[in-house]
């Protein structure tokens, strides 16, 4: 299967930044779209951005300007850039991998998440 170890988040005041990276790891063959999410109690998981393997990025509208999506296909890796801060970004973050493993039958697909990391925004 594959795996993936984020790192990056914490806590930091409004207007500061933070910058959080996901490493893919396993049997892959390719990736295609790499993403970030974001869940707050008590609400749906939200789309933050994401990011196709010809480059092709997506953003919700709330982190448009502010966060820039970014990916390092030799590392397998993506990464969210996160400035200008708000305290309504405080979340759990988590990275989305989908693409192609080898796995015990072949060639498969799969789809790939984070274990999560907390972002918080607070002075």
């Known amino acids: 299967q594959v795996q993936l170890v984020e790192s990056g988040g914490g806590l930091v005041q409004p207007g500061g930044s933070l910058r959080l990276s996901c490493a893919a790891s396993g049997s892959i063959v390719s990736i295609s779209v790499m993403g970030w999410y974001r869940q707050v109690p008590g609400k749906q998981r939200e789309l933050v951005a994401d990011?196709?393997?010809?480059?092709?990025?997506n953003y919700v509208d709330s982190v448009k300007g502010r966060f820039t999506i970014s990916r390092d296909n030799a590392k397998n890796t993506v990464y969210l850039q996160m400035n200008s801060l708000k305290p309504e970004d405080t979340a759990v973050y988590r990275c989305?991998?989908?693409?192609?493993?080898?796995?015990?039958?072949?060639?498969?697909?799969?789809?790939?998440w984070g274990q999560g990391t907390q972002v918080s925004v607070s002075s």
């Open positions: 990011v196709t393997g010809g480059g092709r990025t």
């Open positions: 989305n991998v989908r693409g192609r493993y080898v796995g015990t039958y072949g060639a498969s697909d799969f789809s790939s």
